[in-house]
């Protein structure tokens, strides 16, 4: 596609709900990163794949943040037993082989109550 | 750890002006540099990117690079109250990491 698209835009979802987020980078990027930003803060890394190697999972802040990424095009961000402080915007950029600088997508808006 | 600084602002010029945002970077070798906008609920948007010493202009844009000294900045002319912004800065490393370290932003108001 012409841009990196994110879905849902907003997920309102119960606490201790899992959640699923989707990413489809823009066609032909190798190199897919997501992030997180909470309100006021800045971005943090969650993870990044590049191609076809093990992602690198540095970034995720427990065993309940997972992520997939099939064929080496759309991923998924799966967080399990959501908490209140996993609320944020999660954000998905993509590049070309890792190299220069991303494209975001627009975010979806995670809201736990 | 690689830290990478920038003040948070608000910087507050008129239009017309020249806005002034700077960054500093603590990993030495880094060899890649961008900067980001990103309006009040939006997402980041990529800007201006630099990879040597000196100045990188682009429209209204000038990046500038000093490895020595361990900073970036950009430069904004002619500041409209459309550029009112946060700016972030990011910072890739070396070690051939495509992870970049991003600041906190610096929030820009440019007034009427």
């Known amino acids: 596609g012409a841009g990196v698209s994110q879905s849902p835009s907003n997920k309102v979802t119960e606490k201790g709900k899992d959640v699923e987020l989707r990413c489809d980078p823009i066609s032909g990027h190798t190199a897919l990163y997501w992030y997180r930003q909470s309100l006021g803060q800045g971005l943090e890394f969650l993870i990044y794949?590049?191609?076809?190697?093990?992602?690198?999972k540095s970034g995720l802040p427990s065993d309940r943040f997972s992520a997939e990424r099939t064929g080496g095009s759309v991923s998924t961000l799966t967080i399990q037993r959501t908490q209140q402080e996993d609320s944020a915007v999660y954000l998905c950029?993509?590049?070309?082989?890792?190299?220069?600088?991303?494209?975001f997508g627009s975010g979806t808006r995670l809201t736990v109550v | 750890q690689k830290e990478v600084e920038q003040n948070s602002g608000p910087l507050s010029v008129p239009e017309g002006a020249i806005a002034s945002l700077n960054c500093t970077y603590s990993?030495?070798?880094?060899?890649?540099f961008f900067w980001y906008r990103q309006y009040s609920g939006k997402s980041p948007e990529l800007i201006m990117s630099i990879y040597s010493n000196g100045d990188k202009e682009d429209g209204r844009f000038t990046a500038q690079l000093n490895k020595a000294s361990q900073y970036v900045s950009l430069l904004i002319r002619d500041s409209q109250p459309s550029d009112s912004a946060t700016y972030l800065c990011?910072?890739?490393?070396?070690?051939?990491?495509?992870?970049?370290?991003f600041g906190r932003g610096t929030s820009l108001i440019v007034h009427p």
């Open positions: 990011a910072v890739k490393g070396s070690g051939g990491s495509y992870i970049p370290t």
């Open positions: 990993d030495r070798g880094s060899q890649s």
């Open positions: 794949f590049q191609g076809n190697s093990a992602p690198d």
């Open positions: 950029a993509s590049s070309p082989q890792g190299e220069g600088g991303y494209t």
